[in-house]
């Protein structure tokens, strides 16, 4: 048969791996689709940046458009990145019934349902595994493996960056700024490394993940996006001696009234797999009322693990060739006019338990005004732990873990302690979830 | 759409587990599917014994055949277990050109060669996710989420029970016999635990994986099977001093010379995520050289996680139907005619560390004589143990983990070290795998 010819727009670190993956294991992956996938044409805005792979056969173009007007080419991969040209070009590609890979989860987040309406019209599919989790097949495995299964709740360590800047903390006691600028040399992070450390690359990926497993539209916007750059070395080690970890999760919860979209720090109980998730590694929890709970770990960035995705797209995309539309795995997992609108609650109605943070005088009658006001706005207290100051200081560390409690009513609690005459005027809230 | 109409053969927990599924995620799963999914017709060997599922609307009977022969069945689902009937009985749905699935690991271990031969031949699929892993996808992840990598190795906690027992030594000092009886008790293990323990349940599910991972038949016959049952707490103790943790994994690995097939209980470092998975719970680490690490985990057993797995089947078959057999997913993840028989290592050509365990006399010299032995067989030792004898016992304990060596190598160094003068008579011999 003969082989399959892919376009490929953007030759940066991710298409290059894509094109030294795809010719190494050439051999492996036609055992697989049972025909060759070739890269036939390339475009990238600078042709005379040297590549980290063998170019030889490509044609290449500084014009995206030349690869996508290509009439020879069966499926573009878009690489780009962005919601510039990248949008632009996946439309235009979809326009001319071409299929289309990307690993772009801003495009997907943001313009999703377009795309899909759009691909749907024209009978052709845009595969985007790549987009959420790196390597990690996560996309898959909700979409199909768990079609048997109403999803109640999933959680995820979505970003690399984040993971290792509280592994580290963590491990050796690190302060957040200190991190972020070592991850920056190593090239984890960006130098403007907003999206990552402020939760926004994440609540994208959440994005996708909540709309695949509980058949409702992207919406991005809707979103509760919480970054850890507030996160203190005093309350990483706080949680440890609770026997907690904190990590920076997306949480996506279906309840009776709605469902919750949340990136945010979160303490989890040490012993759970999902906090021996350490550095730049992800994971994705999803708790299925069928299955119970799995999940699904590995490297959530990087060249080679995200071409790996790239390429599984390509051979599914490949297989789905020749078949009816209609028999396709749906985008999002369930049919497009399936998809159900459910209500995304504000951050106020979302239900966790918390770890609070603050600093009190140590005189008696402190810690029984804030119980207090904990038990009038009937907030259960889990543990507590007092720390007498240090010398020559005359504020006590107080922490207490709550059972959990809609926000609303713990916003409520937090603003009454705050006005009590013995507390300083800042309680800190970190989220916190059981994930049992 | 019509409804796809399944007959289903063996009505026990599983079973009951896919009626009940099926019943309560109708909607979801019809959402997903793009049409319903319902069982019409079941058989059960005895219908007067109660199920844990609402029956009404399935036409029962006593006899498979009459399920199998049924024309209006679209889909076949095995779970009667064992390669007698369910033999017979899969073969006969292939002959009727009916598609299969099974959560039967032995038989597609023993007999998936033929079974897979024949359903090509007559353009019908067996899926068999439930086989492997029970509800965790690690079937679909390798088969098709991997398709663009050259799988290295894999190693998984593949038998819950094993894990179990391994897990509660561990945690709570407890004895293998005892821990046995309550897996018992509980429900886990059968009454002949063979299966379970002696490695034989691992053994069949890794076959399976490492034909999907290495495009190999299935060759259940030359797995290395070694079981748990000779895992004594003290051990299990040492291992934990040194790092370790000891898990009953099955383990096949791509070499220059072969493929290394072996279930054996192992020493992994405890910072590895898959040493951290415990009780009843499984999971699959794979390496591959574009994704590199990721692992699976979840629920190995049990009615419900079975049947998502089963129910995840029926979905893929569904949009199977209608699609030209040459473009689904091959039954072993490559193209029959692109399966290659790479040669099974004998174990004594497998290359692993080791801790091993012996009593020595307490006197000057004795380690020097074993690790002389060691060196001369040019094995690398990467710690040492050494425990003084309890009061009125004359025999130290030594403990020592080596670098990896071939097999053979060890078997000698382990003759010569029986044969010293000054030690007991028997080593124990635990392989240690670093999975990194």
Same mark, same amino acid.
């Given at each position: 048969m003969e082989a399959v010819k892919v376009g490929l727009l953007g030759l940066g670190t991710v298409?290059?791996?894509?094109?030294?993956?795809?010719?190494?294991?050439?051999?492996?992956?036609?055992?697989?689709?049972?025909?060759?996938?070739?890269? /036939?044409?390339?475009?990238?805005?600078?042709?005379?940046?040297?590549?980290?792979?063998?170019?030889?056969?490509? $044609?290449?173009?500084?014009?995206?458009?030349? &690869?996508?007007?290509? !009439?020879?080419?069966?499926? /573009?991969?878009?690489?780009i990145g962005g919601t510039g040209i990248a949008y632009e070009m996946v439309l235009r590609a979809?326009?001319?019934?071409?299929?289309? &890979?990307?690993?772009?989860?801003?495009? =997907?987040?943001?313009? +999703? #349902?377009?795309?899909? $309406?759009?691909?749907?019209?024209? +009978?052709?599919?845009?595969?985007?595994? @790549?987009?959420?989790?790196?390597?990690? !097949?996560?996309i898959k495995a909700i979409r199909e493996a768990l079609a048997g299964n109403t999803i109640e709740w999933l959680a995820g360590i979505i970003n690399g960056t984040g993971n290792f800047i509280l592994s580290e903390m963590r491990d050796k006691g690190r302060d957040f700024e200190d991190v972020l600028s070592e991850a920056q040399s190593l090239g984890y992070a960006e130098a403007d490394?907003?999206?990552?450390?402020?939760?926004?690359?994440?609540?994208?990926?959440?994005?996708?993940?909540?709309?695949?497993?509980?058949?409702?539209?992207?919406?991005?916007e809707r979103v509760y996006t919480e970054g =850890?750059? *507030?996160?203190?070395?005093?309350?990483v080690t706080y949680a440890a001696e609770l026997g907690y970890r904190i990590k920076h999760l997306g949480i996506a919860r279906r309840r009776d009234s709605g469902v919750e979209l949340r990136v945010h720090p979160t303490l989890i109980p040490h012993r759970r797999l999902i906090a021996n998730v350490d550095g730049v590694m992800n994971a994705v929890l999803v708790r299925a009322d069928a299955v119970g709970s799995t999940l699904y770990?590995? %490297? +959530?960035?990087?060249?080679?693990?995200? @071409?790996?995705? &790239? /390429?599984?797209d390509l051979v599914d995309v490949t297989r789905a060739l020749?078949?009816?539309? #209609? #028999? *396709?795995?749906?985008?999002?997992?369930?049919? %497009?006019?399936a998809l159900i609108d459910l209500p995304v609650l504000p951050i106020g109605e979302a239900v966790t338990a918390y770890y609070l943070h603050l600093r009190a005088q140590d005189r008696p009658g402190v810690l029984a005004d804030i119980t207090r006001i904990l038990g009038d706005l009937s907030i259960s207290i889990e543990a507590v732990l007092q720390r007498q100051p240090a010398e020559e200081a005359t504020d006590a560390s107080i922490v207490i873990v709550t059972a959990a409690v809609r926000e609303a009513n713990m916003d409520e609690a937090i603003r009454r302690i705050e006005a009590l005459d013995t507390t300083a005027d800042h309680v800190t809230r970190i989220r916190l979830e059981n994930l049992n």
């Open positions: 298409g290059s791996g894509v094109v030294r993956v795809l010719a190494r294991n050439d051999e492996e992956i036609s055992r697989r689709a049972g025909r060759a996938i070739r890269v /036939v044409r390339a475009a990238s805005r600078d042709l005379s940046v040297r590549r980290d792979c063998d170019l030889s056969g490509i $044609a290449l173009t500084d014009r995206a458009q030349d &690869v996508v007007d290509d !009439p020879d080419i069966d499926i /573009v991969v878009e690489l979809i326009d001319q019934g071409k299929h289309v &890979v990307t690993a772009n989860k801003a495009l =997907i987040a943001l313009h +999703g #349902n377009e795309i899909f $309406a759009r691909a749907s019209e024209r +009978g052709v599919t845009v595969a985007f595994e @790549a987009a959420v989790g790196g390597g990690i !097949p996560v490394p907003t999206f990552d450390v402020e939760g926004i690359d994440a609540a994208h990926k959440l994005t996708i993940l909540a709309s695949i497993a509980f058949g409702i539209p992207l919406q991005y =850890i750059t *507030r996160i203190t070395r005093e309350d770990y590995g %490297p +959530g960035a990087g060249a080679e693990p995200t @071409a790996s995705a &790239v /390429v599984a020749t078949v009816d539309p #209609n #028999n *396709r795995v749906p985008h999002l997992a369930f049919q %497009p006019e």
